[in-house]
């Protein structure tokens, strides 16, 4: 499938192969997961002429990448990568030019404009700049869709997961983001922290600078939020909470490398703590997944925020491969 794939990408693969590859596509997330990161891999080998990169996956794919297609490039990517202890942050910042070349296959191209689709996979973070000069920097595990061009009366996004944006202002040209959750985020220029994942029950919207409009999916005003500023919708009670933020660091300092937890189940620490570091959990029958966790953390890994746990006897664990599992404490 590999093959099928790289030709996809490289505009080569005929109509019976991009069915293949569509259905396979459709069989698992694991494998919409894996093609989102040969997609990224792809955009970098495109652009790089860096002969010494040892990453097997880059090298595979520049032997299906002519020297005239790296010449013609279509995307300006800069990559940053840092590692601190257990957590590896990949930071990329793309910008769009775009080519002639490009043709019609499966999501690409409508009157010229492309969608573009960028994801950041468990234990990865990244920064993007929209084609308006917009910054997005996205939490682990989260997907953004977005036109090489905005046009029409709205800037439109899609979204999923958590990011904080820093959106140009242009009140006669608002940005609509549309979440999982049947919630619309409308900002004209502003910054503020967005968690939507679909599979969290709740959404949460913190503002940090400038107003920021909450609406249903047939654009009924749901709340205006002011400066510092938060909303949560908790879909299990069906519940709208808002409040005044007085440290929104427990909010956005994932940003800045702090994983912080205040007075969180268990049950969210274990999902935040999978997206952070790109590991799964097994919990143990009977575990008590209501009890919570005040904590925060800079450059600890994974075991280290484990043994924590286990001195204070919230947890047992054990760890194989990239897999943890969870007991009852002694």
């Not at 234990?123 to 977005?146: A, E, H, Q, R």
């Not at 929104?248 to 999902?271: A, H, T, Y």
């Not at 790109?278 to 043994?307: M, P, W, Y």
Request: charged share 25%.
């Amino acid at each position: 499938m590999n093959k099928v794939i790289y030709k996809y990408l490289n505009n080569n693969a005929n109509l019976q192969e991009k069915k293949l590859l569509l259905k396979w596509l459709n069989e698992s997330q694991e494998n919409k997961i894996k093609f989102s990161r040969i997609k990224q891999l792809h955009s970098f080998a495109l652009l790089t002429d860096d002969e010494e990169l040892t990453n097997p996956d880059i090298s595979f794919l520049k032997n299906y990448i002519t020297k005239k297609e790296r010449g013609n490039r279509i995307f300006w990517l800069a990559i940053r990568y840092s590692a601190a202890a257990a957590i590896v942050a990949i930071i990329f910042t793309i910008g769009l030019k775009i080519g002639t070349r490009l043709e019609k296959p499966l999501n690409i191209i409508a009157d010229g404009i492309v969608h573009m689709e960028y994801s950041t996979p468990y234990g990865v973070k990244g920064k993007i700049v929209l084609p308006d000069s917009s910054v997005v920097w996205l939490n682990s595990g989260s997907t953004i869709g977005f036109p090489s061009k905005f046009t029409g009366d709205s800037r439109n996004i899609s979204f999923n997961g958590e990011a904080y944006f820093d959106v140009k202002k242009d009140s006669t040209f608002p940005m609509k983001i549309n979440t999982p959750h049947n919630f619309n985020v409308v900002v004209t220029g502003t910054s503020f922290n967005l968690h939507s994942y679909r599979e969290d029950p709740f959404f949460s919207l913190y503002l940090s600078k400038g107003k920021v409009n909450i609406q249903d999916k047939k654009g009924n005003l749901i709340h205006m939020l002011k400066e510092d500023e938060s909303i949560q919708y908790n879909f299990c009670a069906k519940e709208i909470k808002t409040k005044k933020t007085i440290e929104p660091i427990s909010i956005v300092g994932w940003k800045n490398g702090w994983l912080i937890f205040d007075e969180e189940e268990l049950k969210s620490v274990f999902r935040k703590m999978e997206r952070w570091y790109g590991v799964s959990f097994k919990i143990s029958s009977h575990f008590n997944l209501n009890n919570k966790l005040t904590a925060k953390f800079r450059e600890e890994s994974v075991s280290q925020v484990l043994d924590l746990m286990k001195k204070i006897s919230l947890i047992d664990y054990s760890i194989k491969d990239s897999i943890v599992f969870i007991r009852i404490p002694e």
